[in-house]
């Protein structure tokens, strides 16, 4: 059946049939959802032959673009020499051995052993059964509880959504799930008040650690967190903040998982962005870039210190899923991983287009309207505001950031809404005419919503 030639009809079975996640299928049926039906390079192609520059990635994961003739050869290549073998019953093949070596080469030195699942939620569900795990071998096995932040995102699958800080994930379905603390966001901009944003950023990691000293260290097995939170609205946190509390947490004997999923793989200029915010993680949620989404997987990195105890004190890890280290999905991130070493994208990130569009991203804060403008490598947000000096938001009724996201997408831009928070995360081949392009949009975008907001009576 071929539908590409009839958008009503896609919308029509897409109304009556199709459960969409984070949306209200109601609300959506009732409006019909946009048909994307192409994608090259940065950008997209709607079924009405519409462009639009992906400043997105996808959702955050096209990290090498979109079409790339040498990952679709590489997994096409891996479906006819071995469609589908598990990685379960003393048998591994050789695509998921050769992504095991090369994800030693690039994570921190202290990686080298990985698990393989279908997703990031998939890999923060691992973590959490790996980390009890260890400290019951260790003798410890009081040391269950997880210290994770407000406003964090993790994933959606039952430990995952608990370890995230979104009331209204927790709100459905009975979670979280007992034996997980959240601990403030370093969201400067939100909770800062009048403190400098390093005086904040040492102020939520002291809340942080008193916390952890209230519950007691003695049974707090690790804490969760996003180098830069992603979903909450990119949250760049102050620099003096991932410092002492990773100090603090070395000093407690608490295990530190970095949540990788949107910073990894180059995103912020670095590999991995721990390196970034000079943490030392045990363990590494890795997903969406290391395929640059092409094909679904997850990966778990487990530290020398943990890897360890599983393999000389541990018996049978009686855990896994049917696609750990699908061939096809491991053959994506080994065209990948190749693909950002060979190009030298990270790199690129680093010094090239990641500065080129900070400076110009810098300038959409001029704006009225607009509070800060951040960015970091190849991941950025603007925050709208009523009054930049009180750092006023809007009432949550006016939904500016949802005008503003349909401004975007009509202007032929895709950015994503987090509230008041506009967010980009662009693919690593961005040029610099089309970061020119990005910013110009994103500044149409913001007249546009300025002049409704004023319409509208909100400012
Ligand atoms: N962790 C982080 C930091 C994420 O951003 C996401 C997804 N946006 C996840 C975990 C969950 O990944 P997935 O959607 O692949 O389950």
């Known amino acids: ?37 192409q994608s090259s ?3 997209l192609q709607d079924s009405e032959g519409n462009r639009i520059l992906d400043g997105m990635s996808g959702l955050w994961c096209v990290n090498a673009g979109h079409g790339r003739r040498d990952i679709i050869d590489a997994v096409s290549r891996q479906l006819e020499e071995l469609t589908f073998y598990n990685t379960f019953f003393n048998t591994t093949h050789p695509s998921v051995a050769e992504l095991s070596g090369l994800l030693s080469e690039v994570t921190p030195p202290q990686f080298n052993y990985f698990h393989y699942t279908g997703s990031g939620s998939e890999s923060n569900d691992t973590i959490f059964r790996l980390v009890r795990y260890y400290w019951e071998l260790e ?3 009081e040391k269950s509880i997880f210290i994770s932040r407000r406003g964090g995102y993790h994933g959606s699958t039952v430990a995952a959504a608990s370890l995230g800080g979104f009331g ?12 997980i603390y959240h601990a403030p966001s370093p969201d400067w901009w939100s909770y800062g008040g009048d403190m400098s944003s390093d005086e904040f950023g040492l102020h939520v990691a002291h809340q942080t650690l008193s916390l952890i000293d209230a519950i007691g260290s003695d049974r707090i097995g690790a804490m969760i967190g996003e180098p830069i939170m992603g979903a909450g609205g990119v949250i760049v946190p102050p620099k003096t903040y991932w410092p002492a509390l990773s100090a603090g947490l070395k000093e407690r004997d608490i295990l530190l998982i970095s949540d990788e999923v949107i910073c990894g793989f180059g995103r912020t200029g670095e590999w991995f962005g721990c390196e970034l915010m000079g943490t030392e993680p045990d363990f590494l949620t890795m997903a969406k870039g290391i395929t640059s989404g092409y094909i679904p997987l997850g990966a778990v990195g487990v530290s020398d210190r943990v890897a360890k105890v599983l393999l000389e004190k541990g018996g049978e890890f009686a855990h ?8 096809a999905a491991c053959a994506a991130a080994i065209a990948t991983l190749k693909i950002l070493r060979e190009e030298k994208l990270v790199d690129r990130v680093r010094t090239d287009i990641g500065p080129y569009l900070k400076q110009k991203w810098k300038t959409l804060a001029d704006h009225p309207i607009v509070g800060e403008a951040v960015i970091e490598g190849l991941i950025g947000a603007f925050q709208f505001t009523k009054d930049k000096s009180s750092r006023k938001g809007f009432d949550e009724d006016a939904r500016i950031g949802m005008i503003a996201r349909e401004h975007s997408f009509k202007n032929g831009l895709v950015m994503r809404a987090v509230g008041d928070r506009m967010v980009i995360a662009p693919p690593f081949t961005l040029t610099h005419e089309e970061a020119d ?23």
Not at 8 to 19: G, K, S
Not at 168 to 179: C, D, R, Y
Not at 441 to 449: P, R, Y
Request: proline share 5%; no cysteine.
């Open 1 to 37: 059946m071929t539908l590409s030639n009839s958008t009503a009809e896609i919308r029509r079975l897409d109304a009556a049939h199709h459960l969409h996640p984070f949306t209200n299928t109601r609300e959506l049926n009732a409006r019909g959802a946009r048909v994307i039906t």
């Open 41 to 43: 390079g940065v950008y």
């Open 320 to 327: 896994g899923h049917t696609y750990s280290g699908h061939p």
């Open 168 to 179: 209204s994930m927790h709100k459905q379905g009975g979670l979280p799930i007992a034996g």
């Open 437 to 459: 392009e990005l910013v110009s949009i994103a500044q149409k975008v913001i007249e546009l919503t300025y002049a409704d907001a004023k319409s509208n009576g909100l400012i």
């Open 139 to 141: 003798g410890k096995p």
